[in-house]
């Protein structure tokens, strides 16, 4: 399919239908509007009963649409215009009723008439009772929006309106959130592209509660998945324990130790055009774990550790053609070590940045080596700023492979 685009681009219709989960939609329209998102807001009759447009006019800074009768302009032809202008129609939430109108196709309101105009992607977000979304008539409505190409997302299961416990509730905002990136990266720069990526920092065991480990939040590798899919690609995501949540769309194994991660990078490389070693592996690991938790004893003065090396997971990936890009976190003669590093992995590309200001931090100031290219310093910028600079420089390096 064609590149549509991301979604600090993008302009998003976003349909909120009636039910008790209309008032999350203000949180999702918000979400969208921080991450640069145009949106363009269609309340059906039953959400007005629950949700008021001027929350979401003071929200979007645009106005709400309520009927499919709205005055046309010279600027604006109602849900022509938006039909032809989304990027994508969101559904959140998507009452049992409203999938009833979109399957069928009933064009009787502004949002039924829009998704019955628009050739952009269809993403759905259900929320109802229990019975009434896993009631046959539903479920067929939802089979017959997904063969046509609609993204359903969620119900989750949890407490309900009615204070049942059920399927039903509307899925995160986050979830959704993501499920938009997902959707609207098809077709981009690095469609056909399968990605691995590590993130976070190993754990090597000392005894069953304790380990060596290091500052590493995982925030760097996350960003780059989330970057990656925006772009298109297929990213298998191979992390460490970490309070982060996937991005949407991503293929996640998580691993603990440096053997762990050494193993779930050979099965994901085998298919993969490029790896991206973005996780904080520790460089050596106790020799002997101990079986038991280690207590110190009276009048000792201290623990003496033997320690041996862990695997070099990047050095040793390889695959047909796989392009390896690597990070350097050093605390001294930064380019120089990175160009070690460069060369001795075999790397297409290497991000150099200083390990005291990097690692567990919301920022890096990085360099960019490539190699037969001088040093590229960036400026200090967030993590997922710098991510979507490495992925920039990686739909370069890939162009022509396909």
């Given amino acids: 399919m064609p590149a549509l685009a991301m979604i600090g681009t993008a302009r998003v219709v976003l349909g909120i239908s009636g039910g008790i989960a209309a008032y999350k939609a203000a949180d999702l329209a918000s979400k969208l509007v921080q991450l640069g998102a145009t949106v363009e807001v269609i309340l059906t009759a039953g959400a007005q009963e629950f949700v008021q447009p001027l929350t979401f006019e003071a929200i979007t800074k645009r106005p709400v649409h309520v009927g499919v009768f709205e005055p046309w302009t010279e600027r604006s032809s109602g849900h022509v215009s938006l039909a032809n202008e989304a990027d994508i129609l969101v559904v959140a939430p998507a009452s ?150 996937p991005p949407y769309g991503a293929a996640t194994t998580r691993v603990e130790t440096a053997d762990e ?43 003496a550790l033997q320690l041996e090396r862990t695997p070099d997971i990047l050095a040793n990936a390889c695959g047909e053609n796989l392009v390896k890009i690597g990070f350097a976190a050093e605390t001294e003669d930064l380019v120089e070590n990175a160009l070690k590093k460069l060369e001795s992995k075999g790397l297409t590309m290497i991000v150099a940045n200083d390990a005291t200001a990097t690692i567990g931090q919301a920022e890096s100031t990085a360099t960019i080596l490539w190699r037969g290219k001088p040093p590229e310093q960036l400026g200090t910028m967030a993590k997922v700023d710098l991510a979507h600079e490495i992925m920039e420089r990686l739909v370069i390096l890939t162009a022509g492979d396909q």
Avoid: C
């Fill in 96 to 245: 049992g009723n409203t999938l009833a109108k979109l399957a069928v196709g009933m064009a009787g309101d502004m949002l039924g008439a829009v998704a019955l105009s628009t050739h952009a992607p269809l993403l759905i977000a259900p929320a109802m009772e229990h019975g009434m979304f896993h009631h046959a008539a539903t479920q067929a409505h939802l089979q017959t929006l997904r063969d046509r190409g609609a993204t359903h997302v969620g119900p989750e299961h949890g407490r309900l309106a009615s204070g049942m416990m059920g399927d039903g509730r509307m899925a995160g905002v986050g979830t959704i959130v993501g499920a938009i990136r997902w959707v609207l990266g098809r077709g981009g720069a690095l469609a056909g592209r399968h990605i691995v990526i590590t993130a976070g920092g190993t754990r090597e065991p000392l005894d069953p509660v304790r380990y060596l480990g290091n500052r590493s939040s995982g925030q760097m590798g996350y960003a780059l998945a989330q970057a990656a899919i925006d772009r298109g690609a297929t990213v298998t995501l191979i992390t460490t324990v970490t309070a982060l949540t």
């Fill in 261 to 303: 991660m050494e193993a779930a990078v050979k099965v994901a490389v085998r298919e993969a055009d490029v790896l991206i070693m973005a996780a904080a592996v520790a460089d050596f690991r106790p020799t002997n774990a101990a079986t038991s938790k280690m207590k110190k004893q009276e009048g000792q003065a201290g623990l």
